[in-house]
């Protein structure tokens, strides 16, 4: 079993920058891949970011270079550097793994930009 916690989410003019940080914590798992999805109101949720190893980084064509996705393998965490934030990235963001054979999900954390 694997819980996922994120934090790091908030209220942010137009333009700043927030870091979305995620731990993983239980026993017995080894995770490869780790990624950050994303779900606004009234829409789908989108896959933000995602690391398949600790090697390598991709994005959703929203993210046009102003997020950055990172992994620290001793804290089984990952975390999501967000810059140039914009009134349509608020949205609710949410960290996810897979360990075979179970997806996994945090609580969500919210982040909000204003314009």
């Known amino acids: 079993q694997v819980r996922l916690v994120e934090s790091g989410g908030g209220l942010v003019q137009t333009g700043g920058s927030l870091r979305l940080s995620c731990i993983a914590s239980g026993s017995g798992f080894h995770i490869s891949y780790m990624g950050w999805y994303r779900q606004a109101p009234g829409k789908q949720r989108e896959l933000v970011g995602w690391?398949?190893?600790?090697?390598?980084?991709n994005y959703g064509d929203f993210v046009k270079g102003r997020f950055t996705i990172s992994r620290d393998t001793t804290k089984n965490a990952v975390y999501l550097q967000m810059n140039s934030l914009a009134p349509e990235d608020t949205a609710v963001y949410y960290c996810n793994t897979y360990v075979p054979i179970t997806d996994y999900w945090g609580q969500g954390t919210q982040v909000t930009v204003s314009s």
């Open positions: 690391m398949p190893n600790i090697d390598t980084a």
